[in-house]
């Protein structure tokens, strides 16, 4: 029946994984995507003591915590988007999280910079391949109407877990500190081994329990949209609509990574706080706002759907822009208590930029594109966000202000001048959003 089907070029009958099955592996891709979180940013927190014990300046520390790591993670998720979209996922997937874990472990023996450097790119090439397989799987594993839920819950990581990945790092630094004198290890090099050893494990996990769907429905003969030349002439016949959508949420890392890279820092320099004290307050601040944000802004798009056909996600976007930025750089400038509240209004608008353009990029492309819409995404993501945004903020600082305070200066000031590109993004996608086509 199937090859009949087939040769008829009609829509093939799908049979997924029980619904037990499928949740089971969103479980698991969303252990997997906090992991991730952790053992990226692990570095960010430990930036204090890792650059005194091997001789760091900001500006080597920026490059490993950002451009370094970019670099990698944007242009080697691309030809590992294209294995997601045409080869077995969950191998993928194993591989990706055996890799980044693997290096994240041995970090903890770096001798200086360019080994580490070294380290933070298998860390990248490996989480690379996490969130297009996982937007492709999901795809997969669910009907479209059932796809909201399951698509919030592993993106609600991003919203939370990118600053309350802090407090899952102090809590593995305390207890390091605990039991260094009896390994002769520094606390800082036991916190990455304690952090990457778990993905060792679940690697293997989700290599041989995890659900692989075959892929979806709309697959039809003549219409193969598995090569990088279909894929990139159906971006330009979009352009107006997918280039802000795509762009978006970079635009808004370039300025928030900045700020959660170097908040860390920036408490225990600014407002005296300890490496751990700093871990938790970011991670009792982000945790919650970013949880209620990832799961309100979807309902909101939708509700705003239901009365204008298509612009509800641009729409929140829009709404995030105009606030998320004002708000970080109004913390910074004050400090204190305002500071912690204006993170928390930060964080709650600026989680709107993680999950809704996922949300749409996965009904709006084509089943063999969704890896890679991803993967494009994440480059966009890494470049401006992980790559450049640390950096310039640190020279940016020193540009204004060059004194011992530069640093807040420069965090401030880059939410400040990126604000405007944001909406101006936002409202060109909303002018667009016609362009958007239901794939499924």
């Not at 500190?177 to 690697?203: N, Y």
């Not at 970080?328 to 964080?347: E, N, Q, W």
């Amino acid at each position: 029946m199937t090859s009949e089907a087939l040769a008829a070029g009609k829509p093939v009958s799908i049979l997924r994984p029980s619904m037990r099955h499928a949740w089971y592996t969103v479980g698991l891709l969303t252990l997997l995507f906090i992991l991730s979180f952790i053992d990226r940013s692990i570095l960010a927190l430990m930036a204090e003591p890792v650059g005194q014990s091997l001789g760091l300046a900001d500006r080597q520390l920026a490059l490993l915590l950002g451009l370094g790591f970019a670099l990698v993670y944007s242009f080697g998720g691309l030809p590992l988007a294209q294995l997601v979209d045409t080869r077995d996922r969950r191998m993928v997937v194993a591989l990706g999280v055996g890799v980044w874990s693997v290096a994240t472990v041995l970090s903890a023996f770096a001798g200086g910079f360019w080994s580490l450097l070294i380290l933070r790119c298998g860390v990248a090439l490996g989480e690379a391949v996490l969130t297009p397989a996982a937007v492709s799987l999901i795809a997969d594993l669910f009907l479209k109407e059932k796809r909201s839920l399951p698509m919030s819950v592993y993106l609600s990581v991003g919203s939370f877990m990118s600053i309350g990945s802090y407090m899952a790092g102090a809590m593995a630094y305390d207890f390091a500190a605990s039991i260094s004198a009896a390994t002769g290890l520094a606390p800082w090099q036991l916190t990455f081994i304690f952090v990457g050893l778990p993905g060792v494990v679940l690697a293997i996990v989700f290599l041989f329990t995890a659900a692989n769907p075959p892929r979806g429905e709309s697959l039809k003969i003549g219409q193969d949209y598995s090569s990088w030349r279909a894929f990139f002439g159906y971006i330009r016949q979009r352009a107006l609509f997918f280039v802000p959508l795509l762009t978006v949420a970079g635009v808004y890392c370039f300025f928030s990574l900045a700020v959660i890279t170097w908040l860390p820092t920036f408490l225990v320099r600014e407002e005296e706080l300890t490496l751990s004290q700093a871990g938790y307050m970011l991670g009792w601040i982000g945790v919650p706002t970013g949880l209620i944000g990832n799961f309100f802004w979807p309902q909101l798009a939708m509700a705003i759907d239901r009365r204008w056909k298509n612009r509800g996600g641009a729409t929140v976007l829009l709404i995030a822009a105009c606030v998320s930025g004002p708000a970080f750089a109004m913390g910074i400038f004050s400090g204190g208590t305002v500071l912690y509240v204006c993170l928390g209004i930060g964080i709650l608008f600026g989680s709107a930029f993680p999950v809704i353009p996922p949300i749409a990029y996965q009904q709006s492309g084509p089943i063999r594109m969704r890896a890679r819409l991803a993967a494009v995404n994440l480059l966009i993501i890494a470049l401006l966000g992980y790559g450049l945004g640390p950096l310039v903020a640190v020279e940016l600082g020193a540009l204004i202000d060059g004194g011992e305070h530069s640093l807040g200066v420069g965090l401030a000031w880059i939410c400040l001048l990126t604000t405007p590109f944001l909406i101006a993004l936002s409202l060109l996608a909303i002018s667009r959003s016609s362009l958007g086509e239901d794939q499924d």
